[in-house]
């Protein structure tokens, strides 16, 4: 039974590397910003997209929690992103809920591009926390690791999608004077999406906070407002 186990875990890893695109892998290691100095530095990355990778991981589904572990502190990036698609696959089966949830809290310094955040923190945290007590979340949206901040905001997502708004707006109060443009950009894109459900409750935030907003934020949250309002909320 472990062969089988441990054959199945090194066929995911094989499997990957026989889709690597060493050419792709150079456009996304610029794109994502893994230079000396840069958010991402030192992430080596496969070349592979990631609808390819999605389609991969769903024949591993039934591979243990304890190897998913191991492939999600790889140091390849498509390992660790095929970790969290599986993560996410095994937690919509709602077994194992909260062995995966901390799981993915213990390892939030190998989730770390803004693809693994946006793609697993809505759909793990957010899910796991909807009807529990989220202080987590304010603990998260103060850490000194942009990732973990990111995954404070990204898992209210799950709240916004169910007309829930109340976090996701304690969350942006608490990163309006975040320095990161990532953050900007993921606070004002959640405040949009609030935007899309109720208006009124994005705008009575805006117009309390825009003054004090980075820029980005601001440009983020209201970017599907008509041309006017949008003009008058940039003067």
């Known amino acids: 039974m472990d062969s089988v186990i441990v054959l199945t875990f090194s066929s995911l890893k094989k499997e990957l590397k026989t889709k690597a695109n060493p050419g792709k892998a150079k456009i996304l290691q610029r794109f994502f910003k893994t230079g000396k100095g840069e958010y991402a530095e030192g992430n080596v990355f496969l070349g592979i997209v990631v609808p390819e990778t999605r389609k991969i991981v769903q024949k591993y589904n039934s591979l243990r929690l304890e190897d998913v572990a191991k492939l999600l502190r790889s140091k390849i990036h498509e390992e660790r992103l095929a970790a969290l698609l599986i993560m996410v696959n095994k937690f919509q089966t709602g077994k ?12 939030t310094k190998y989730i770390n591009n803004w693809d693994l955040v946006d793609l697993s923190a809505d759909k793990i945290v957010g899910d796991y926390l909807f009807n529990k007590p989220k202080a987590i979340l304010r603990k998260l949206a103060k850490s000194k690791s942009i990732w973990e901040r990111r995954i404070a905001i990204m898992a209210t997502f799950n709240f916004i999608k169910n007309n829930k708004f109340e976090e996701t707006l304690k969350i942006a109060k608490i990163l309006l004077n975040d320095k990161h443009d990532l953050i900007h950009k993921a606070v004002g894109w959640m405040l949009r999406e609030v935007g899309k459900r109720d208006l009124k409750t994005e705008e009575k935030f805006l117009k309390k906070y825009y003054k004090k907003m980075p820029r980005t934020m601001l440009r983020y949250a209201i970017e599907k407002f008509p041309e006017r309002k949008r003009k008058q909320y940039l003067a």
């Open 96 to 107: 194992g809920k909260e062995k995966i949830y901390n799981l993915y809290l213990k390892n």
